[in-house]
Each structure stands twice: as structure tokens, then as C-alpha cells.
């Protein structure tokens, strides 16, 4: 059984399989990611992360548990990457506004005043009282790069539960989450996106039980001002869409959480950098599509994908 709904700003499909998949399941998923969606969001007035935003260099706000947990993890996301991936990236997203209406190139006094409310650490985490604190004026969280995985891991985590085995959740073709094997053992094949593509154009496909995979592109959100194409991974230390030489990076790991937030990490770091960051990673593997139209993949990855668009060449480090 499956169910599609339209939930943070995407189409979300979940289906079920097996003898313990029941219709009340993908209602409870439904009121589960609506929550979610209700506590994370930037722009939704009222959300708790927009109180904490609203509320910054003035006071904590307290939070559910889910929205401390999620900000927790990202601040050790970017720690990990050195800034590469910062969730207070905020006022950038709001001066960009891409994929929304009026999305421009701001101006450079803009994005410096952005820039300088940039900064992790300035976040202040009290786990006694469950609260969250920006300390400067002005600054903002935006959980875009780690929410929609984080979302993913909970609703896997609601159907262990329920004793579901067997279940892909797609939120928006940017994070799938194979739970299990397919009905009768067989591995999920999971059709890869095209970067150069609209949705649904395939580059290959790979064959994988209880993995999760996340996509982060140049093709997901941009615009064109002057006949350049702006898209929407900002780099903390320019202000500008990153410029690392990618056009994707696809990162399948044991969790949605983890594969949503490096995959932005890794997509600022570059082919080398990504590369090598992510072969130090436990359980983690990626590919990288390069502006050549080549793919590097880590070593884990070997025979375990199949590239069959003939406009893209497997090419190695």
C-alpha cells in the first residue's frame, strides 16, 4: 500500500509492504511529518524554529524534543566539516530566496551583513531545559540541508515499530530510504537522477537493503540572472552558490540524516575534498558528478552501481 503527500515544499511518497503494513500507518506517517514540518520550518510563522529566529540575541526558546535533537545534530555536522555545512546559513537562504518569487544576485554589502551572522557556535544549546539560543541579533537557522533526512529517519523509525520490515520513503527524489529488502529478499533499485535533467531522467540505477540515499544538485533550485544559473548551495565563506567543479553528490548511507547533511558538506569540499573526507567515514559511500559530465565514486561503490546514460564516463582518482 503507499500514500503520497505534499509536505515540505515536496511531494512525499511512502510505501508499504508485508503483513504488519496497515492503512492507519500511513496516516500516522502523514501527522508525523506534518509535525515535523510545523517545528522545522523557517518561514512558517508560529514554527518552533521561527520563534527561536525571531528571538535572537534576546532569549532561549524552548523546543520539542525532535527540533532539539535535529539542530544538535547539525551543529556537530558542522563542526565535523569545518562550517561547510551551518545551519544559521539562514539570513543567506532569506537574502537569495531561490526558488521563490524576486530571487536576485544581492548586492556585496547584502551578503556581507549576511556573512557575518553566519555562525554555529553561536548557537547555545541547554539540554536540561530543552532550549535553543542564537545569540547575536539577526541571526537565523534554516534546517533545509538536514531536516528532510532527519524527518525520514523518524518516520523508519515509527515503522520499526509497527514491525514493518519492507518500506521506501521518498521524500522528493532528493532522500529515499530503503527500509529492508524488497517482498521475497530482493535488493531495491533505485533509479539515479540526472543532473542535467528534469526530475525523473535517469543516470542509473543501484541495488541496495536497508540504505538510505541523498542527492544534493545544481539542477534542484536556481535561477538566471544575465545568463548565469544561480543554485541554491550557498557556501558560508562567499555568500555565493558554491562553485566546486560539481554538479551532484549522491551519498548512500545507514541514515537519512546523515546522508541529507553530508551531502551538502561534501558538495562545498570538491571532488578531492569530498572524496577523501567521505572514504573516512564508517558505513558512508558517495559519487560525485563532476561540470566534465564525469563520475567519481568511493571505493565501497564498486559493481554496486550501474551507470547507463552514455553522456556521463566512470572515471577515477
Known amino acids: 500500500m503507499s500514500e503520497t503527500y505534499i509536505i515540505f515544499d515536496t511531494v512525499v511518497n511512502v510505501k508499504l509492504y508485508g503483513e504488519h503494513a496497515k492503512p492507519q500507518q500511513l496516516e500516522d506517517i502523514k501527522h508525523l511529518l506534518e509535525n515535523m514540518d510545523h517545528a522545522l ?42 562550517g561547510l555545512y551551518d545551519p544559521t546559513i539562514g539570513p543567506l537562504v532569506s537574502l537569495w530566496n531561490i526558488g521563490n518569487e524576486g530571487a536576485h544576485v544581492p548586492s556585496k554589502p547584502e551578503l556581507d551583513e549576511a556573512i557575518s551572522l553566519i555562525g554555529y557556535k553561536d548557537v547555545l544549546m541547554n539540554p536540561q531545559e530543552r532550549s535553543i539560543k542564537l545569540t547575536r541579533p539577526g541571526m537565523a537557522l534554516d534546517l533545509g540541508g538536514i531536516g528532510k533526512g532527519y524527518a525520514a529517519d523518524r518516520v523508519a523509525d515509527y515503522l520499526r ?55 544534493s544538485g545544481v539542477y534542484e533550485r536556481f535561477f538566471v540572472e544575465n545568463g548565469v544559473k544561480y543554485h541554491h548551495i550557498l557556501d558560508p565563506r562567499t555568500g555565493y552558490p558554491s562553485h566546486s567543479g560539481l554538479k551532484s553528490v549522491t551519498i548512500i548511507s545507514d541514515t537519512a540524516t546523515d546522508a541529507d547533511a553530508l551531502s551538502t558538506a561534501v558538495f562545498m569540499m570538491g571532488l578531492d575534498g569530498g572524496l577523501k573526507y567521505i572514504e573516512e567515514q564508517p558505513g558512508v559511500e558517495a559519487f560525485f558528478i563532476t561540470e566534465d559530465n564525469r563520475i567519481y565514486q568511493t571505493s565501497g561503490l564498486e559493481n554496486t552501481i550501474h551507470f547507463t546514460n552514455p553522456e556521463y564516463t566512470l572515471s577515477q582518482r
Open 161 to 215: 515499530a509497527q514491525q514493518v520490515d519492507s518500506a521506501i520513503v521518498n521524500l522528493g527524489g532528493s532522500s529515499i530510504i530503503a527500509m529492508g529488502s524488497k517482498p521475497g529478499g530482493h535488493s531495491w533499485n533505485i533509479g539515479l537522477q540526472d543532473p542535467d535533467q528534469s526530475r525523473g531522467t535517469s543516470l542509473g540505477n543501484v541495488q541496495i537493503i536497508n540504505k538510505t540515499i541523498d542527492s
Open 41 to 82: 520550518s523557517r518561514t512558517l510563522e508560529g514554527s518552533e524554529v521561527y520563534r527561536i529566529n525571531q528571538a535572537a540575541g534576546n532569549e532561549a526558546v524552548q523546543v520539542s524534543q525532535d527540533t532539539f535533537d535535529v539542530v544538535k545534530k547539525a551543529l556537530e555536522y558542522a563542526a565535523a566539516s569545518g
